[in-house]
C-alpha cells in the first residue's frame, strides 16, 4: 500500500536523507572479535626446540615440575592491526594442576621491558581480578580499553603489546611455545606482583620464548578477514631474524597491509619440530618436543581463532625426516581429515596447501634423498588432489632445478636456524616464500589502490567467530575473590559481535600535531619524517 505524504516537503526530504546516511553509518559500527596474534601451545616447558639464542632459564625457572613460583611475566607480542578493544586467552592446555593469574596489564611496549606510561591497562577476568585455570582449559579474558588506540590504529603500526601477568603459589609444569622470537621478559622467583609497574627493574631475566598467553583478538570492522599460517618451523620462523617480525606469515601481512590497510590480519599457528600425522600419543607426562600432530592441535591452535578466513597450511617435511620417517599415504589421510574438520568447523573459510620447500643438503644421505622423494609426491597431492581450495606453491619459488635444493642465496645458514642450513629459508628466503602468494586471493574484496591490474576475485563474507572447543566459563560466582574456570564443550556460534562502548575510563590527551597519539598533555616530541617520534631534546622543548 503506497502512503500519502502527510508532512511537508522540507520535513520528508530530511527524513528521507537521514534513512539513507543513518544504515552506512551502523553498517561502519558493527564490530566483531578477530585474532591479531597467536602462538600455539606445544607442549609443558622445556619440552620444544628454543630459538638458538634462548637464556638459559635457570634461574628464573629452578623447577620445571614446579614451574614459576610467585612471580611475573611480561610477555611481548606483536599485534598484527590493532583496536580500541582487545582481549587476551590463557592457556593452560600442557598443566598438570590448576594455575592462578592475578595483577594482569596490558599496555603499549616503549622499549626492553618498559611501557610507554599511562598505557597499562589492568585485565580482568568475569569481572574479577584473578584466574584460576584448571589443567586443560582456555579462558578470554574481558574486554580491555585501549584508549591509546585510536580507530583502526595505524599509527601504531609495527608497535608491540606488553602483556604482564602474576602467578600466585606454584604453576607446576607450564604450557609454553619454544620458539619466539622474539625478547619478554620474567621477573625472579618469589618476587611477587611486578604487572602495573611501568619501568623496567623487576624484570631481570629475558627470554625467546612465550609461555601462558596463546591468543590475542582486538574489535574490527566485521568484513575483516583473519588468514592463519598454519605449519611447522618453516611457519614458527626458524632462519628468521630475531626481533624482526619477518617470518614468511609477517611479510605476507606486510604486503597485504600495503594493499588492504587494516582489513586483514594474519596470525602465526607454526610449531618448530610439528608433524601433520605423529605423534600418535601426546600428554603432559608423554611430551614430543614438536608438540602434538597437526591433526590433534589444529581445533585448539586455528579452527578456535577469531574470525578466520582463511587458512595456509605448510607442513610434512617433519614426517618424513623424524622418527624414522612416515608414509605418504599417512599424512596425506591426515590431510583429508583436518581439511575435512576444517569445513564442518568453519563452512565459509578456505584452506589453501602449500608445497614443501627443499630440504635437501648440498650432499644428500641417502636419508635425505629419501625424505625428498616422500616431499615430492606430497607436493603432487597438495597440487594436484583438488582436497585443498587453492594451492601456494612455495617449492616453486625457492627451488633451485639445478641442485635440487633451496636456492643458495635463500638458504639460512646454520648459526642462525639452529637446524642446519639446508633446511631453512633465511630473510630473503622468507620474502619469497611471502611474494608467491596470490593476495587475491585471500583478501578483501576491495583494495586501497596499491595493488593493480587485477580484479580482485569475489570471496564469501567473513565467518562468524566460534567459540573454541576448550574454551572456559564462570561458574556461578563464589564469595572467593577468584574467577574460576572450567573446560565446555563448544556452544552454538554466536552472531557477530558489535562492539560496545568502551568502559568509563579517563578521557586520552587531546591529539596534537607535535607529538604521538600515547603522549601525555605538555610533553613535547619531535616527528623525524618516518612516523618515529622521540622525545625533544631541549627541557620543554617548543612546549604545548
Not at 295 to 311: C, F, K, N, P, Y
Not at 460 to 477: I, S, V
Amino acid at each position: 500500500m503506497r502512503l500519502r505524504a502527510t508532512v511537508p516537503l522540507g520535513c520528508a526530504s530530511l527524513a528521507l536523507i537521514l534513512a539513507f546516511t543513518a544504515a552506512p553509518a551502523a553498517a561502519q559500527q558493527a564490530q566483531k572479535w578477530v585474532t591479531t596474534w597467536a602462538a600455539s601451545s606445544q607442549g609443558p616447558y622445556p619440552a620444544g626446540y628454543p630459538s638458538a639464542g634462548q637464556p638459559d632459564l635457570l634461574l628464573a625457572f629452578p623447577s620445571p615440575e614446579l614451574g614459576a613460583s610467585d612471580q611475573t611475566f611480561r610477555l611481548i607480542v606483536h599485534p598484527d592491526i590493532w583496536g580500541e578493544r582487545a582481549r587476551l586467552r590463557f592457556s593452560n592446555a600442557f598443566g598438570t594442576k590448576p594455575v592462578t593469574f592475578d595483577h594482569t596489564y596490558a599496555g603499549l611496549q616503549m622499549s626492553s621491558a618498559s611501557v610507554v606510561p599511562g598505557t597499562n591497562r589492568a585485565v580482568t577476568f568475569g569481572g574479577r581480578s584473578s584466574l584460576i585455570l584448571p589443567p586443560g582449559a582456555v579462558a578470554w579474558s574481558d574486554p580491555i580499553a585501549l584508549p591509546f588506540v585510536h580507530g583502526s590504529g595505524a599509527d601504531l603500526a609495527g608497535r608491540k603489546l606488553s602483556v604482564s601477568f602474576h602467578i600466585a603459589g606454584e604453576s607446576g609444569p607450564m604450557t609454553w611455545h619454544a620458539e619466539a622470537l622474539t625478547t619478554s621478559y620474567l621477573a625472579p622467583p618469589q618476587s611477587g606482583a611486578r604487572g602495573q609497574a611501568e619501568d623496567e627493574g623487576a624484570f631481570t631475566f629475558s627470554t625467546t620464548s612465550w609461555f601462558f598467553l596463546d591468543a590475542v583478538d582486538v574489535t574490527a570492522p566485521a568484513d575483516t578477514r583473519v588468514i592463519v599460517a598454519f605449519g611447522d618451523s618453516l611457519t614458527d620462523g626458524a632462519g628468521s631474524t630475531f626481533n624482526g617480525d619477518d617470518r614468511w606469515s609477517n611479510d605476507l601481512a606486510r604486503r597485504l597491509h600495503a594493499a588492504y590497510g587494516s582489513r586483514v590480519t594474519v596470525v602465526n599457528a607454526g610449531i618448530t619440530g610439528n608433524e601433520v600425522a605423529g605423534p600418535a600419543e601426546y600428554s603432559p607426562q608423554k611430551p614430543f618436543p614438536g608438540g602434538p600432530s597437526a591433526a590433534q592441535r589444529v581445533e585448539r591452535d586455528v579452527l578456535s581463532l577469531s574470525g578466520v578466513s582463511t587458512i595456509i597450511w605448510l607442513e610434512g617435511i617433519n614426517d618424513f625426516r623424524q622418527n624414522d620417517g612416515a608414509v605418504v599415504d599417512a599424512v596425506e589421510a591426515s590431510m583429508k581429515e583436518v581439511i575435512a574438520r576444517a569445513h564442518t568447523r568453519l563452512p565459509d573459510a578456505q584452506v589453501l596447501g602449500a608445497t614443501l620447500p627443499s630440504a635437501l643438503s648440498a650432499t644428500p644421505t641417502a636419508q635425505e634423498s629419501a625424505a625428498d622423494a616422500n616431499r615430492q609426491a606430497l607436493n603432487d597431492f597438495v597440487r594436484n588432489s583438488r582436497v585443498f581450495d587453492g594451492v601456494v606453491d612455495f617449492d616453486k619459488a625457492t627451488l633451485d632445478p639445478q641442485t635440487g635444493s633451496l636456492m643458495a642465496d635463500l638458504a639460512a645458514d646454520a648459526a642462525s636456524s639452529g637446524l642446519g642450513s639446508y633446511l631453512h629459508p633465511n630473510r630473503a628466503g622468507h620474502l619469497a616464500m611471502a611474494n608467491a602468494v596470490d593476495l587475491h586471493r585471500i583478501a578483501p574484496t576491495q583494495s586501497t589502490g596499491q595493488v593493480l591490474g587485477v580484479q580482485s576475485p569475489p570471496i564469501p563474507p567473513a565467518p562468524q567467530p566460534k567459540p573454541a572447543m576448550l574454551e572456559a566459563r564462570p561458574q556461578p560466582k563464589p564469595p572467593a575473590a577468584h574467577h574460576v574456570m572450567t573446560p565446555i564443550r563448544p556452544a552454538p556460534a554466536p552472531p557477530a559481535i558489535v562492539a560496545a562502548p568502551a568502559p568509563p575510563a579517563p578521557p586520552p590527551a587531546a591529539v596534537v600535531v607535535n607529538r604521538p597519539l600515547y603522549a601525555r598533555p605538555n610533553e613535547c616530541w619531535s616527528e623525524d619524517g618516518y612516523g618515529r617520534w622521540s622525545p625533544c631534546g631541549s627541557a620543554g622543548g617548543g612546549g604545548d
